[in-house]
């Protein structure tokens, strides 16, 4: 069974341009929850897909947006990059919306 | 609001020691999840509580889900250095409908060998 899978694994951005992460779900998963990690911070939750639909969004703003595909895999796309989204970005899946969440390693992003 | 407090925020143990650290919340949750984070890695689940009063075991570590279903505690028996890292709370709020995970601040733990 393959687990989660995130990538890149690290990524440098400059303020004002647009990144897409990417997260393979673990097998037989249809849900993908998305995280921002700060620094000595835990996961603040920005927004969840079943079955390709968003199913609840944490604060954070529209230019935070997202994809989940027929295969269950997932993107995050983040425009117009500010200092402030220099985080960890995770990705968790599950069986179903209120299941538990199993995460993957992580996409750190620095913006500069 | 939806938050929960995790204490203590860090330790500094002895090998061998016991730990004991919880997570309270002011409302209802559903669900009660334990995690370990490394450094630069995502969190690995450790424990998942569903009902109110369980008490679940996966080795030395042991968990439970609040009767009042607003707190949870993990302990660690016989500490050892790989137990080094952070341990995170977090849970599905009892008003909720969405998977939004709500997680608490973290425990450092340092294990001295």
């Known amino acids: 069974e393959t687990g989660v899978t995130q990538s890149p694994t690290h990524l440098i951005k400059t303020r004002g341009q647009q990144v897409t992460l990417r997260c393979s779900s673990q097998s037989g998963h249809n849900t993908v929850s998305w995280y921002q990690q700060a620094l000595g911070q835990g996961p603040q939750f920005i927004f969840q897909?079943?079955?390709?639909?968003?199913?609840g969004r944490g604060n954070f703003p529209p230019r935070f947006s997202g994809l989940q595909f027929p295969n269950y895999s997932s993107e995050l796309n983040v425009n117009a990059l500010e200092l402030d989204d220099s985080a960890l970005y995770l990705c968790?899946?599950?069986?179903?919306?209120?299941?538990?969440?199993?995460f993957g390693p992580g996409t750190r992003l620095l913006v500069l | 609001g939806q938050q929960l407090n995790q204490s203590p925020q860090s330790m500094f143990i002895q090998e061998g020691e016991d730990v004991s650290m919880n997570c309270t919340s002011s409302s209802i949750f559903n669900t009660w999840l334990w995690y370990k984070q490394d450094p630069g890695e995502g969190p690995v689940l450790l424990i998942a509580?569903?009902?109110?009063?369980e008490l679940t075991s996966n080795g030395r570590l042991t968990a439970q889900f609040g009767i009042t279903r607003k707190d949870s505690f993990l302990n660690i028996s016989a500490s050892i250095p790989s137990d080094v890292g952070i341990y995170f709370c977090?849970?599905?709020?009892?008003?909720?409908?969405?998977?939004?995970?709500?997680f608490g601040q973290g425990t450092t733990l340092q294990v001295k060998p």
């Open positions: 897909y079943y079955r390709e639909e968003e199913n």
């Open positions: 509580l569903y009902k109110a009063g």
């Open positions: 968790a899946s599950s069986l179903v919306q209120k299941e538990t969440q199993y």
């Open positions: 977090a849970g599905y709020h009892g008003s909720s409908n969405t998977g939004k995970l709500i």
